[in-house]
């Protein structure tokens, strides 16, 4: 069973993986799937369906995004594919990716195999074409590290660091040591995995997370990644508070400030300001909150204003204003009235 109680999914057998996919896709990503073959074929290079896509089929969940993998030149192919398809082609050089789309259409993002270098901890990486084997060498967890060839021999499953045998033990494993170091962000997306998928860190791979967040991984990143790499992480917090205890368990609130570390009351905060925002969303006119910004603020209540300064610029949140902490506060009086109309709770959020 699940965290949530619900039956858990088993993976299913990688074989017939292509049946699976096509049965699992909606007229449009079948069309493109089949343009993406014959311009495979035309061409004479391999295209692969990559990453979180093969781990999804795998956990069989349906119409699982097109992320493709071309073992050649990624940006001509998506100029082919494009023509075939009478869509519109975005190439981005600098990373070898490009995104083919049409109007009623799917995204389709492709991209040439090839390996990151990264010059510095937490930098961004330099790019450049390689084999298929280092292109999957180069991702997050073994089981995004999987890839299902769609075109010529349709149906081969590389899976050379054993990620089918890690989703099936329901394990987040890395490729190497310097993950982490590479790009810390890879922890938060680790977390939203152990959530979603109900995966879980292995040993070595937790020590390796809480050793990059405690020699301050975050920090290296610029603001701008920090704040949207952590923005859907704590949105999943109003729909799951505990994920709070493993966030604190782990380090990463530490890694923002020292002084974040999680209390006892914080899981029930998050739970009512879930109740809140979605009182908000029912009334007449409807009122939206963003869930990332709700648990911010949930997760800084009756911090000192530094805290908030600091750690609300890391997460995105307007905390230039003096005045923030203070109108925070006219909020928490407010919410422990008894029957608050929404409307009073308007007012008080649209300051």
Do not use: K
């Not at 069973?1 to 699992?24: D, I, N, W």
């Not at 071309?70 to 082609?89: E, H, P, R, W």
């Not at 990373?95 to 991209?111: K, N």
């Not at 937790?206 to 920090?219: N, S």
Request: hydrophobic letters at 45%.
């Amino acid at each position: 069973m699940t965290a949530a109680g619900r039956p858990r999914a088993e993976p299913r057998p990688p074989a017939r993986l292509v049946e699976a996919l096509e049965a699992s896709l909606d007229g449009p990503r079948r069309r493109a799937l089949a343009a993406a073959r014959a311009v495979s074929a035309a061409r004479g290079e391999a295209v692969y369906l990559v990453g979180g896509a093969v781990r999804d089929l795998l956990l069989g969940r349906s119409a699982p995004d097109l992320d493709l993998v071309v073992a050649g030149d990624g940006s001509g192919f998506a100029g082919d594919l494009a023509a075939l398809l009478d869509a519109t082609c975005t190439r981005h050089r600098r990373f070898l990716t490009a995104v083919v789309s049409w109007p009623g259409g799917p995204r389709l993002d492709l991209a040439s195999s090839r390996r990151e270098v990264y010059e510095a901890p937490g930098a961004l990486p330099r790019v450049e074409p390689a084999p298929l084997a280092e292109d999957l060498a180069r991702r997050d967890f073994t089981v995004n590290a999987m890839a299902l060839e769609l075109a010529p021999e349709s149906g081969r499953l590389l899976d050379p660091h054993g990620g089918c045998e890690d989703l099936r033990r329901r394990l987040l494993r890395v490729l190497h040591p310097g993950s982490f170091l590479d790009d810390p962000t890879r922890i938060v997306r680790g977390l939203l995995f152990e959530h979603r998928f109900d995966l879980r860190f292995e040993p070595e791979t937790e020590r390796l997370a809480r050793g990059a967040l405690a020699d301050g991984g975050l920090a290296r990143l610029s603001r701008d990644r920090r704040s949207a790499a952590l923005a859907p992480l704590l949105a999943r917090l109003l729909e799951a508070p505990s994920l709070a205890r493993r966030m604190g368990g782990l380090g990463l609130f530490a890694a923002l400030h020292p002084e974040l570390a999680p209390r006892a009351e914080e899981e029930g905060r998050l739970r009512r300001f879930a109740d809140l925002r979605g009182e908000l969303a029912a009334a007449s006119p409807p009122v939206e909150v963003a869930a990332e910004w709700a648990a911010a603020v949930a997760l800084l209540w009756r911090r000192e204003r530094a805290v908030w300064r600091a750690v609300g610029a890391d997460l995105g949140l307007d905390a230039t204003a003096s005045e923030l902490p203070r109108r925070v506060r006219r909020l928490s009086a407010a919410l422990g009235a008894e029957g608050i109309p929404p409307h009073r709770v308007d007012a008080l959020l649209r300051e």
